[in-house]
C-alpha cells in the first residue's frame, strides 16, 4: 500500500491515539495541532503497517502457513527476546488500563514497535531472505506471525480501524471474524526471558551510544572504525557487553570492542 493511501485511511486512528496519548484524558487543557497527528503516523501507524508489510511480503512468496512453535523450542534468541518483550508489553498496557491509565497505556506502543522493527526485523531479516525452508526460518515466520497478532489484538481498543485491516489479512479461517470479537491478550509469566531482556536492552545502549559518538564526530556508519572503548564500571554488564561484542562491532562498524572498567588513558 501506498503511504499516503495509509495517511488517508487511518488518519481516524492517528488522531484517535494522540488525543488518548495526550493530557486530555485526564481532563486537562489541551492545545490541539494537526502536527500530533502526523507524528502518530510517523512513529506508530506506519511503522506497525511496515512490520505487517515485511512479514505478508515474505509470507507470501514462501506460501507460509500460520502455525505455533513452542517458547522452550525456539533457537533463536532474538525471537526469545521479542516475544519476551511482547509479554511484557501485555502486562505493562493490561497494569495501565485497568488502572484507567489510558495515556500510559498508549506510552508504550511506539518504544515496542521501534524494537520490532530497528532491531528484531532488521536483525532477523536474512533468515526470511533464505531460498530453502528450513526449521529456523520457520521460527523467524512463527515468532513474527505471534507478536504482530499480539500486537494488534493489545492496541485494538486504541487503533481500532488500523488493527482490524491488518487483522483481516493476518487470520485464519478459524479465528473470530472481526479482531473486536478476540479475547483480549492475557501475560504469561514463563514466556519471559529477563535475563535476556537485560542483556539485549545493555547492547542497545551501548550501539545507541556508539551511534551518538559517531554522529557528533561526523563518522558515517559505513566508514569502517579500528577500535570502540566501553567503559563500564559494573563487572556483570561488562561480562553481558563481552558475550555481545560481535553485535556491538557488527552494528557499530568496527572492527574490534574494548570493554574497560574506568576512564583512565582514554
Keep these: 500500500t501506498d503511504p499516503m493511501e495509509i495517511v488517508n485511511l487511518y488518519g481516524a486512528d492517528s488522531l484517535r491515539f494522540a488525543l488518548m496519548n495526550s493530557a486530555v484524558v485526564r481532563a486537562e487543557d489541551l492545545k ?22 515485511f512479514f505478508a511480503t ?18 533463536n534468541p532474538m525471537d526469545k527476546w521479542i516475544i ?20 500510559r497505556a498508549c506510552s508504550f506502543f511506539i518504544p515496542f514497535l521501534d524494537d520490532l522493527n530497528n ?32 500486537f494488534i489484538k493489545i492496541a485494538a481498543p486504541i487503533i481500532p480501524f488500523t488493527t482490524e485491516d491488518i487483522y483481516q ?6 479465528m473470530s471474524q472481526s479482531i473486536h470479537l478476540c479475547d483480549y491478550p492475557v501475560y504469561e509469566e514463563d514466556q519471559r526471558d529477563y535475563a535476556l531482556e537485560k542483556r539485549m536492552s545493555l547492547t542497545q545502549k551501548a550501539i545507541a551510544m556508539g551511534r551518538s559518538v ?6 558515517k556508519i559505513r566508514q569502517p572504525l579500528k ?19 560481535d553485535i ?15 576512564e583512565t588513558g582514554l
Design 119 to 150: 532491531w528484531y526485523i532488521r536483525r532477523s531479516r536474512r533468515r526470511f531472505w533464505r531460498s530453502e525452508n528450513d526449521g529456523d526460518k520457520k521460527e523467524a515466520y512463527d515468532t513474527l506471525y505471534r507478536v504482530l497478532m499480539t
Design 169 to 174: 489479512n493476518l487470520k485464519t479461517d478459524e
Design 32 to 53: 490541539f495541532s494537526e502536527d500530533s497527528v502526523k507524528e502518530v503516523l510517523k512513529t506508530l501507524i506506519i511503522p506497525l503497517w511496515n512490520a505487517y508489510s
Design 227 to 245: 577500535t570502540l572503548y566501553l567503559v563500564d564500571r559494573e563487572s556483570e554488564e561488562r561480562e553481558v557487553l563481552s558475550s555481545m561484542e
Design 58 to 75: 515474505y509470507a507470501n512468496i514462501d506460501g507460509y502457513e500460520p502455525s505455533v512453535t513452542a517458547y522452550e523450542k525456539l533457537s
Design 214 to 219: 559517531r554522529a557528533s564526530n561526523n563518522l
Design 84 to 103: 519476551s518483550s511482547s509479554e511484557r508489553l501485555i502486562l505493562d498496557v493490561t497494569s495501565a488500563l485497568d488502572a484507567y491509565d489510558i495515556q
Design 248 to 262: 556491538i562491532a557488527e552494528e557499530l562498524n568496527v572492527k574490534n570492542v574494548h570493554l574497560q572498567a574506568d
